[in-house]
């Protein structure tokens, strides 16, 4: 019976740490991919601020207001229907979800606190951009792919014309101001449609649901909320136009980028509100 040669030894005892290897070569692929991208979406965060100022400090580089205002119009005014209506629901069911519990402890009045603590505080700004997410991010993806997959962007490059200056800055900043406005005015429909259900169907007096929503709500509150808003929509335009400036392939690219908008989008609004609650918290704003 044969036995076991020098080189069937090593190549045995070469065999495990070949799949360790692999295994943290497996592993650690997809945490490289996820570093690299967060790096392009802060090269791209730098490269905005970096239009930013110098469009404040010198006159010779132009803001492009047209541009602002046409984006403007595409991703906030067109989306204020879908915002408001999503909002509205949300007051309607925090109403009528927090009632039947209220009503054990003969605080139903406090319905009111509990909307408005909740609209202003955390559902305003992060509905607003998570609807956003799917009507603006996924479009902006998607246009700046299709000028990728065009030869579009090379055009612009061959005349000396920034694409982030020309293209990303009045998409993002857009991006930004809607979702503020928007979550504004979500937060005011969505505090209206519980006064409505509350003082209709719980039979809450009006002036104690308003009085009870105003002394809830404070600067805080509000601010806090606010800040929130301003961040997502900031997440939702560099994300958006990130994904798109790197689309490869052709139309199925296109596609892709726009699928991962949404998600990628979605998953940091949601981390990034984590990090701003538990920050607000030990600060004592909330």
């Known amino acids: 019976m044969a036995t076991p040669t020098a080189d069937t030894h090593k190549t045995d005892a070469g065999a495990p ?4 290897a692999r295994g943290l070569d497996a592993l650690g692929q997809p945490v490289n991919a996820l570093l690299g991208y967060i790096g392009q979406v802060g090269f791209m965060t730098a490269e905005v601020g970096h239009w930013v100022l ?3 400090v010198l006159r010779r580089v132009r803001f492009g207001r047209p541009a602002l205002y046409a984006q403007l119009v595409r991703i906030g005014v067109r989306s204020v229907g879908v915002v408001l209506l999503v909002c509205a629901c949300i007051g309607l069911i925090l109403a009528l979800q927090m009632a039947p519990p209220l009503q054990d402890f003969g605080q139903v009045n406090s319905v009111a606190n509990i909307i408005s603590v909740a609209i202003f505080r955390e559902l305003g700004p992060l509905i607003t951009a998570i609807v956003l997410t799917g009507f603006a991010g996924a479009s902006i993806a998607a246009e700046i792919g299709t000028m990728v997959v065009g030869e579009e962007i090379e055009a612009l490059e061959s ?7 020309f293209l990303v800055l009045p998409r993002v900043l857009a991006t930004v101001l809607a979702t503020l406005v928007l979550c504004v005015m979500g937060e005011l429909v969505a505090v209206a449609a519980g006064w409505g259900i509350g003082v209709s169907l719980l039979g809450i007096p009006s002036r104690i649901y308003i009085d009870n929503t105003i002394d809830q709500i404070g600067p805080a509150d509000f601010f806090t909320g606010l800040f929130k808003a301003g961040v997502f929509g900031a997440i939702v335009g560099l994300i958006g136009c990130t994904n798109g ?3 490869t392939g052709g139309a199925a690219g296109v596609g892709k980028a726009t699928t991962n908008t949404v998600v990628h989008s979605i998953v940091a609004i949601i981390f990034c509100d984590l990090i701003f609650t538990a920050l607000f918290f030990q600060l004592g704003w909330t």
């Not at 740490?17 to 360790?20: A, D, I, Y």
């Not at 005349?159 to 200056?165: E, F, K, Q, S």
């Open 17 to 20: 740490p070949g799949r360790v």
């Open 54 to 56: 110098h469009s404040i």
């Open 159 to 165: 005349m000396a014309l920034h694409p982030v200056r």
């Open 245 to 247: 400036l790197n689309v």
